[in-house]
């Protein structure tokens, strides 16, 4: 293995770096499939643990909350006291977290694993990146392995829908989560012996106010943004106050950084604006990636009727795609720029998004899949070239503050995605069920289906099948309605996304080819 501390060489990596590239991959696949696996779970959950609408979100979000809260904390910590020793750590905690959601025996039990779960795998993505760049010194080696971490990173999300169908077919919901069980036991195991400890020299202890401020910055917004999202409280102002509190810590924690000789985040990574960029465009992507994610999956089980592993196998091919995108990148780039490749993958998944838009309410189970492939394939590009440009941005000192923010920027986005995505499908449900509920149906039955759509079956057992009918008719018309919209703004979103990308990108290959000149 080469050394380290790299000093102006450039080694290429052997096979015990590749074989530790394998066991990196493990922890980064497991956190974004413990964010899709819950996608066809949560309607057995839900029944089981009795869980209302609130609880169900906040099942889905406390995991990515916490996980987003912690990211930058995590990144900074294991440049301090070992990027390995952070990691094995980590995954400790994730395995007997995983253990505890897997044996829930309420909503509340299962909020606060899902928080434990997030908080753990916070340790695992920055460790993991960070230690990449540790490892793979050379440019394109590099640029590879991050493409191969980031087809786990990102297709573990979509094909989390694959095996928790395959898991609820034959087990009880919480064996999902025990999923992580044998893959942080084998981390544990063998990542002592194939992977480097890397700890970066006169770091300074860490700055718990600086700890304090990150996490008064993260939460209150993303709880207020999802408050928002959702619409049921009769006043807006506490989700308000959340988001300009969180505004104001952000605020303080930025001022408090420029001050510090050792900061949580080193902010000179923001001079460049493709770094800026770059971090918005992924969380962007992430967000409208998982909120499309999550109503498609909802879409072939709730509204087409298959079965949890049915549906799972048929979300198949979005796990595929992103992966193709993903390790495909590095060969597109060998022959166009790489911002062509990334706003060309972005073209197609804003088509991908706009046939979406037309997406009916029955005989779409073909269409729909082909549609979600198409969108995972094209953002994946952007993922594997921008993970890579983020990170190696910056020095081997600061790989974890780099890879903290890529990480942090991702599952935001993706968390955001879930709530303002998830609840905008869910109003425009919810409001249509009740506009459109046939005539002679009760309040109470219309009520219990608008909750969720997963709660429908049961209210219409309620009642006679003619007008049983026509109410899972109305359900499945207004749950195509959500999705139809969501679609829509997802769309806007990567192409707005696409030509920020462009103008970024092109400024930077041009400031490049002035200097090049310059030194001719």
Not at 12 to 33: K, M, S, T, Y
Not at 155 to 172: D, K, Q, S, Y
Not at 285 to 299: D, E, R
Not at 410 to 434: E, H, K, P
Request: hydrophobic residues 55%; contains cysteine; aromatic residues 6%.
């Amino acid at each position: 293995m080469h050394e380290q501390d790299v000093a102006g060489t450039h080694p290429r990596a052997g096979r015990r770096e590749w074989i530790g590239l394998a066991v990196l991959a493990l922890p980064a696949l497991l956190v974004a499939l413990d964010i899709g696996v819950l996608f066809l779970a949560l309607p057995h959950l839900s029944a089981d643990l009795r869980a209302t609408g609130a609880e169900q979100l906040w099942i889905m979000d406390s995991y990515g909350f916490l996980l987003a809260g912690f990211l930058i904390t995590m990144g900074s910590l294991g440049d301090r006291v070992g990027r390995r020793r952070l990691l094995l750590i980590g995954a400790a905690a994730f395995g007997a977290a995983s253990v505890l959601a897997a044996y829930a025996s309420s909503p509340q039990m299962l909020i606060v694993a899902r928080g434990m779960l997030g908080i753990a795998g916070a340790t695992l993505g920055p460790s993991t990146l960070a230690l990449i760049s540790n490892m793979f010194a050379d440019a394109r080696q590099r640029g590879l392995a991050f493409s191969v971490w980031a087809a786990c990173q990102f297709g573990g999300g979509a094909l989390g829908p694959v095996i928790g169908g395959v898991m609820l077919n034959h087990f009880w919901w919480g064996s999902a989560f025990l999923l992580g069980v044998p893959v942080m036991v084998l981390l544990l195991v063998v990542g002592p012996v194939l992977l480097p400890e890397y700890r970066v020299p006169g770091a300074g202890r860490i700055d718990l106010f600086s700890v304090a401020l990150s996490l008064l910055a993260v939460l209150p917004v993303v709880y207020g943004i999802k408050e928002l999202a959702a619409g049921d409280n009769s006043s807006p102002a506490p989700a308000i106050v959340a988001i300009v509190a969180g505004v104001i810590m952000g605020a303080l924690f930025v001022l408090r950084q420029r001050r510090l000789e050792h900061p949580l985040v080193d902010l000179r990574l923001f001079v460049k604006t493709s770094f800026r960029v770059m971090l918005t465009a992924m969380a962007l992507g992430s967000g409208a990636l998982a909120g499309i994610s999550l109503l498609t999956s909802q879409y072939v089980q709730s509204v087409v009727g298959l079965s949890p592993a049915e549906a799972g196998l048929w979300q198949a091919p979005t796990g595929v795609g992103i992966a193709a995108g993903v390790l495909l990148a590095p060969k597109l780039v060998t022959v166009v720029r790489p911002t062509t490749a990334i706003v060309f993958g972005l073209s197609l998944s804003a088509v991908g998004m706009l046939l979406l838009t037309q997406l009916g309410s029955s005989g779409g189970l073909v269409f729909v899949v082909v549609c979600v492939a198409l969108v995972a394939f094209g953002i994946g590009p952007m993922f594997a070239l921008g993970t890579g440009l983020v990170v190696s941005s910056a020095p081997p000192e600061r790989a974890g503050s780099a890879a903290s923010l890529s990480e942090t920027s991702n599952v935001l986005g993706s968390t955001l995605g879930l709530a303002i995505l998830g609840t905008v499908g869910t109003a425009i449900y919810r409001n249509q069920l009740v506009d459109s509920a046939p005539a002679g149906v009760p309040a109470a039955v219309v009520g219990a289906a608008r909750e969720t759509m997963g709660g429908v079956a049961a209210a219409v057992g309620q009642l006679p099948a003619g007008p049983a009918s026509e109410l899972f008719a109305t359900a499945r018309e207004s749950f195509t309605s959500g999705l139809n919209v969501v679609a829509a703004v997802g769309a806007v979103v990567i192409i707005g996304v696409a030509f920020a990308v462009r103008v970024a990108l092109r400024q930077k290959a041009a400031q490049a080819e002035e200097v090049t000149a310059d030194a001719g």
